[in-house]
């Protein structure tokens, strides 16, 4: 995806893929700075900790609490900081500049992909880990009416809940699943990754056809057992490859400066992801 973009940008860069383990990860990011790298993605287990290894966070960052794209920036004589891209001559003193483009990468999916309007929706929110609290707290920044939140640890979505009513005290937060219809369930569970895999909820507290809408984080396999059931029971479904994609353009604007070549990172993606 990243590569298909840079090469319809016209520019001569490489995107390729590091196993970092997570006690390696603040000299790997000193080292991929030292050697003037344009930028780099962080996936699980990074995210969290890479927050108090940047040199400066960015609004979105800070905001979610969470670092999955860094920008290196150079420094000019006068003082100012530019990213990288912009120096002819790599500079002396560069810095690590972290940001969060998955949570606005979720609600465009959403909207996008399944047209969903967040606006006083009701949703089911599976998983309160690392991708379920950054879903539930843009959630909450999206004027939704009610949120539920179910999580296989309780004292995870309970300080996931806390923190969104510190955040957002007017929206409602329940723990558990609900009596009632919603406009849209949310998986940001793994399950479902394996065929093996138990379904990400409770059939005997929640029936799906209590959903107007159905999307799930999974994006191999094309359809999830969970988005199978959905469509089973007329649910409008979505999996999560918008989402991936959304925030790898997101992230490429970054380090590139330019818009993103959505259609072509689009037919990359599946090209890779689907054969």
């Not at 089911?124 to 920044?141: F, N």
């Not at 923190?163 to 699943?177: A, D, F, N």
């Amino acid at each position: 995806m990243q590569n298909a973009g840079l090469a319809a940008l016209g520019l001569d860069w490489r995107y390729v893929a590091f196993d970092v383990d997570p006690s390696q990860l603040r000299p790997a990011i000193q080292g991929a700075q030292a050697m003037r790298f344009i930028g780099l993605n962080l996936t699980l287990p990074h995210k969290l900790l890479a927050v108090d290894m940047v040199d400066v966070l960015g609004e979105s960052a800070q905001g979610w609490g969470a670092v999955n794209t860094i920008r290196f920036e150079g420094r000019e004589p006068g003082g100012a900081w530019r990213p990288l891209r912009e120096f002819a001559v790599a500079p002396q003193e560069t810095r690590s500049h972290g940001f969060n483009t998955d949570a606005e990468a979720i609600t465009r999916a959403l909207r996008e992909d399944l047209g969903v309007e967040l606006s006083g929706a009701r949703i089911l929110l599976l998983g309160a880990g690392g991708a379920g609290r950054t879903a539930a707290l843009k959630l909450a920044c999206e004027g939704i009416k009610e949120l539920f939140l179910v999580n296989r640890t309780r004292s995870k979505a309970e300080a996931v809940a806390n923190e969104i009513r510190q955040r957002s005290p007017q929206l409602k937060v329940t723990l558990g699943y609900p009596a009632g219809q919603v406009d849209l369930a949310l998986n940001a569970t793994s399950l479902g990754l394996k065929p093996e895999d138990p379904p990400p909820w409770d059939e005997r507290q929640f029936s799906l056809r209590q959903a107007g809408a159905v999307y799930d984080m999974i994006y191999r396999p094309v359809e999830s057992a969970l988005l199978q059931a959905a469509k089973a029971a007329g649910c409008r479904t979505a999996n999560g490859l918008g989402m991936l994609l959304y925030q790898g353009a997101k992230a490429l604007e970054l380090w590139t400066g330019q818009s993103a070549p959505l259609s072509v990172m689009r037919q990359a993606l599946e090209r890779n992801v689907y054969g």
